[in-house]
C-alpha cells in the first residue's frame, strides 16, 4: 500500500502510526503540489485546507481511501467519492473514542471566557497601551448567566457540563429528541435566542444548520449577548453576525471557524477576519480546536487502526 499524509511527520510525530499500513509519503501539500502525488497512491489522509473534490480527484487513478482525521467531512466532495468507488474513513466511526477527547470543547469554554471577561482588550491595555488600569474594560462573572446551546452532540454535552461546573443556567436547542440525564432545559431555537446570554453553536453542519444563524435568528437574540462558534463557518451568516454586534445586539463574537476556510494557509474570505482587525469585540483562531498535541497523537492511532479495519473487512 502506497499512502498520502498531508502532515509533516516532523511537526506531527503522530502521524508515523501509518508507516504500520504501508509506504509513505509526507507531505504539507497545497492543491499544485498534490497532484504529483495522488496518483500513485491508494490511501489518502487529508488535512483540512484544502477542498478534496474533482480538481483533485480526478488525477487519483489509484485511490482506495480516503481517511480524515476529523468528524467533519465537508471539505471532501462524498458525491465524487461515491463516483469513483472510494472508501471514505471519518473519525465520526467511533463515538466512545469521540467523547475521551475534549481539545475543542476546551477551546470553546475558552472562547466564552475570553469573550466574557474582554480578553483582548485586557492583553492589549499592558502589551499595547503599556498601562496598568481596568475600570473601563470590565468583564462579567459566568455564574448565574444562561448559557444556550445549539447542538446537543458529543461537544454540546461537554459544553453543558462546563457550564453546570460554573453556575449556569444550562439551554439546549437539537433538531432531534434527546433524553439526558442531566435536567437541562430543551427549549425551541427562538426561545433560546431569546433567553441566552451566551449562545454555543455546536452543530454539525448539513443540510438543515447550513446558515442557521443570519439576520432573522440575530434579531430575536437578547441584547447583549455573546456567540461563540466552534462548528463551522457555514452554520452562520457573518454579516448577520456583524450587524448585530454594530447595532449593540451582540456584545462580543468568538470564533474557530470561518467561511471559506479551505484555502490553503491563507487567511479565509470571511468578513469577520476583516473587522476583527479593527474590532476588538471579536476573537478569531485558526480552527485550532483540535490541534493539540493530545489530540492529534490519539487521532492518527485511532485513523490509523480504522483504515487497517477497513481493509480487512473490505479486502482492499
Same mark, same amino acid.
Given at each position: 500500500m502506497k499512502l498520502l499524509i498531508g502532515f509533516d511527520n516532523k511537526i506531527y510525530p503522530g502521524v508515523n502510526e501509518f508507516k504500520s499500513i504501508g509506504t509513505c509519503k509526507f507531505i504539507n501539500y497545497n492543491q499544485q503540489s498534490i497532484l504529483k502525488y495522488i496518483a500513485s497512491c491508494d490511501i489518502f489522509v487529508p488535512h483540512l485546507r484544502e477542498p478534496i473534490d474533482n480538481k483533485i480527484l480526478k488525477y487519483a487513478k489509484k485511490l482506495k481511501i480516503i481517511a480524515t482525521p476529523?468528524?467533519?467531512?465537508?471539505?471532501?466532495?462524498?458525491?465524487?467519492?461515491?463516483?469513483?468507488?472510494?472508501?471514505?474513513?471519518?473519525?465520526?466511526?467511533?463515538?466512545?473514542?469521540?467523547?475521551?477527547?475534549?481539545?475543542?470543547?476546551?477551546? =470553546? &469554554?475558552?472562547? +466564552?471566557?475570553?469573550? +466574557?471577561? =474582554?480578553?483582548?482588550?485586557? *492583553?492589549?491595555?499592558?502589551?499595547?497601551?503599556? #498601562? &496598568?488600569? =481596568?475600570?473601563?474594560?470590565?468583564?462579567?462573572?459566568?455564574?448565574?448567566?444562561? +448559557?444556550? *446551546? *445549539?447542538?446537543?452532540?458529543?461537544?454540546? #454535552?461537554?459544553?453543558?457540563?462546563?457550564?453546570?461546573?460554573?453556575?449556569?443556567?444550562?439551554?439546549?436547542?437539537?433538531?432531534?429528541?434527546?433524553?439526558?440525564?442531566?435536567?437541562?432545559?430543551?427549549?425551541?431555537?427562538?426561545?433560546?435566542?431569546?433567553?441566552?446570554? +451566551?449562545?454555543?453553536? /455546536?452543530?454539525?453542519? =448539513?443540510?438543515?444548520?447550513?446558515?442557521?444563524?443570519?439576520?432573522?435568528?440575530?434579531? @430575536?437574540? #437578547?441584547k447583549g449577548v455573546i456567540f461563540v462558534n466552534t462548528a463551522r463557518g457555514d452554520t452562520v451568516s457573518s454579516r448577520a453576525l456583524i450587524k448585530g454586534l454594530n447595532s449593540g445586539k451582540i456584545e462580543s463574537i468568538g470564533i474557530d471557524v470561518c467561511n471559506n476556510e479551505y484555502s490553503s494557509s491563507y487567511l479565509p474570505n470571511d468578513p469577520l477576519i476583516t473587522k476583527s482587525f479593527t474590532d476588538?469585540?471579536?476573537?478569531?483562531?485558526?480552527?485550532?480546536?483540535?490541534?493539540?498535541?493530545?489530540?492529534? /497523537?490519539?487521532?492518527?492511532? @485511532?485513523?490509523?487502526d480504522l483504515i487497517k479495519i477497513n481493509i480487512s473487512n473490505n479486502k482492499i
Open positions: 476529523s468528524t467533519g467531512k465537508d471539505h471532501i466532495d462524498e458525491n465524487e467519492l461515491n463516483k469513483r468507488n472510494i472508501k471514505l474513513i471519518t473519525l465520526f466511526e467511533d463515538r466512545k473514542f469521540l467523547d475521551k477527547i475534549s481539545s475543542t470543547a476546551e477551546m =470553546n &469554554w475558552l472562547l +466564552i471566557l475570553s469573550c +466574557i471577561r =474582554n480578553f483582548r482588550f485586557l *492583553i492589549d491595555r499592558i502589551q499595547k497601551e503599556k #498601562k &496598568w488600569t =481596568n475600570s473601563d474594560i470590565r468583564g462579567y462573572e459566568l455564574q448565574g448567566k444562561t +448559557i444556550g *446551546i *445549539i447542538g446537543f452532540g458529543r461537544l454540546g #454535552k461537554k459544553i453543558a457540563k462546563y457550564a453546570e461546573t460554573f453556575g449556569m443556567n444550562v439551554l439546549v436547542y437539537d433538531i432531534k429528541k434527546i433524553k439526558h440525564k442531566k435536567k437541562y432545559s430543551f427549549v425551541t431555537l427562538n426561545k433560546l435566542l431569546e433567553s441566552a446570554d +451566551i449562545i454555543s453553536m /455546536n452543530v454539525k453542519l =448539513n443540510p438543515t444548520s447550513r446558515q442557521m444563524i443570519s439576520f432573522e435568528q440575530v434579531n @430575536k437574540m #437578547k476588538k469585540r471579536i476573537i478569531v483562531t485558526p480552527h485550532a480546536g483540535g490541534a493539540t498535541h493530545d489530540a492529534h /497523537n490519539q487521532v492518527f492511532k @485511532k485513523l490509523s
